[in-house]
């Protein structure tokens, strides 16, 4: 880039012509995002290690700021017609970005937008967004930090976009994509698709049965190593309390968990802990008594009164009965707690 143009991109109020700004800004953020990816190569590990990493990063938020400021003089008032290059910018970038006001309004700028638009229409600003998605090819991209950020930022927008998409578009593209960026190592990256995930069983509760048990059981298989447990909460509670009316996915959610629970307890403990994983998935299981329809809360009832009583010794019976009955002391819906009260009460006879 030329000195004229960064004079230009920085101090201008008029806003940056789009056509002549953009596609140097894009080309910009590429090299840049390829030489930090050269540079993290293991082939230069040598002469990179030697260098002072407080400067490198001071190096690299100088010039995303820069790029920052350009981006928004070149999109103000312009940015859905250009929602895909800006998402190229923003995201090839985004391994340097630092924290600012301007990259905190330029993201909620385009959040708005991704929000406002026409519902399953698969709108064109919708669809650039989709295409910002970077390819996932071979296995380097699970361990590769630098592309883990450009996945991270898209999946931390993707919610405001999902309902804007068509049905077969959630379940042919964006479903498989969100699926696979559980797979990256970075747990950040892990976390942020799962509430993506979240964010789609809350946007398309009608696609609940076809799409919520594959990410219940691919949860539960990876928990507690990868899984993040706030958002897999978050999906079950969103299912069960608010799925549609007659749906058994209760059910299955509740016999996931309890075998899931199962499975924990009979496993040699692997740390010390006042809280051990298990207990959180215990207390989640319990809590579907307080959420479901009516009419399950028998058989919810049965499940959980087998996940008290299942083990041998007295003191671990006596102390998952008192975790059921924390959980259903909490229930603020009173409609449904006077007869939840009485069933755990009269479990106190089969301890």
């Known amino acids: 880039m030329n000195a004229h143009f960064i004079a230009e991109a920085v101090s201008r109020d008029d806003g940056l012509d789009p056509r002549q700004s953009l596609p140097m800004l894009m080309e910009f953020s590429r090299n840049v995002y390829d030489t930090a990816q050269e540079l993290a190569a293991s082939e230069c590990a040598g002469w990179t290690d030697t260098l002072d990493n407080s400067v490198v990063r001071a190096a690299r938020a100088n010039i995303y700021d820069f790029a920052l400021i350009t981006l928004k003089n070149a999109l103000r008032g312009r940015l859905e017609a250009h929602v895909g290059d800006a998402m190229f910018v923003l995201s090839h970038l985004e391994f340097a970005r630092s924290t600012s006001l301007e990259y905190a309004q330029v993201l909620g700028a385009l959040a708005t937008l ?45 919610p405001f976009a999902l309902s804007k998409f068509t049905t077969p578009r959630i379940i042919v593209d964006v479903c498989p994509y969100v699926r696979r960026c559980c797979d990256h190592e970075a747990k950040h990256v892990v976390k942020a698709a799962h509430v993506a995930y979240v964010g789609i069983f809350h946007a398309r509760p009608e696609l609940n049965g076809q799409l919520f048990p594959d990410y219940l059981r691919m949860s539960l298989e990876r928990y507690p190593a990868s899984t993040p447990l706030e958002p897999l909460v978050a999906a ?28 924990m307890d009979a496993a040699p403990p692997t740390m010390s802990s006042e809280d051990p994983p298990v207990e959180p998935l215990r207390r989640l299981l319990f809590q579907l008594v307080t959420l479901v329809d009516f009419p399950l809360i028998p058989v919810i009832q049965d499940i959980l009164e087998d996940a008290v009583l299942d083990s041998s010794d007295p003191f671990t019976r006596a102390r998952r009965h008192e975790t059921l009955a924390y959980t259903v002391m909490r229930c603020p819906d009173y409609a449904r707690k006077p007869m939840m009260v009485d069933w755990v009460m009269q479990m106190n006879s089969k301890l």
């Open 114 to 158: 991704l929000n406002s638009l026409p519902s399953s229409s698969d709108a064109p600003a919708a669809m650039a967004f989709l295409a910002s998605l970077p390819e996932l090819a071979g296995d380097a991209w699970r361990g590769d930090k630098i592309l883990g950020a450009r996945m991270h930022l898209i999946l931390r927008l993707l």
């Open 236 to 263: 079950v509670g969103l299912v069960t309390k608010f799925g549609e009316a007659g749906s058994e996915l209760a059910l299955f959610v509740a016999r996931e968990l309890s075998e899931k629970v199962k499975n």
